[in-house]
């Protein structure tokens, strides 16, 4: 598997095993309605990757492989302090926003 694929693949299982603690945090149903849109969002970037092509020698796939890995790890944070959901869907957001980044690569 390759870097690119990994990095979209840690997104969507760590979104997967988070969701319904995400989902209990959330006050009303526009915060469910944004987490679950950045959820499925996160799954077709990985599952529209799965047979394709991503060259790991391309900068600027390198470039957001870090960048997803960063943005990774304050995704863990902010799931870590839950009840701050607004920030948890800030991250989330932004991770998957990345994602869909490196999938358009294919």
């Known amino acids: 598997m390759t870097d690119a694929l990994q990095a979209l693949e840690d997104q969507y299982i760590f979104l997967t ?3 319904s603690d995400m989902l209990a945090a959330c006050g009303n149903e526009a915060e469910k309605t944004a987490i679950k849109t950045q959820y499925a969002a ?6 529209g990757c799965v047979n394709q092509m991503l060259h790991d020698d391309d900068p600027a796939i390198q470039a ?4 997803m890995k960063q943005q990774q790890t304050a995704l863990t944070a902010a799931v870590t302090h839950i009840g ?3 920030g948890v869907i800030t991250a989330v957001t932004t991770a998957v926003q990345t ?7 294919v």
């Open 64 to 67: 957001l492989v870090n960048q």
């Open 17 to 19: 095993n988070n969701l």
């Open 99 to 105: 994602g869909a980044a490196l999938a358009a690569k």
């Open 42 to 47: 996160s799954r077709r970037n990985y599952f």
């Open 84 to 86: 701050a959901i607004a």
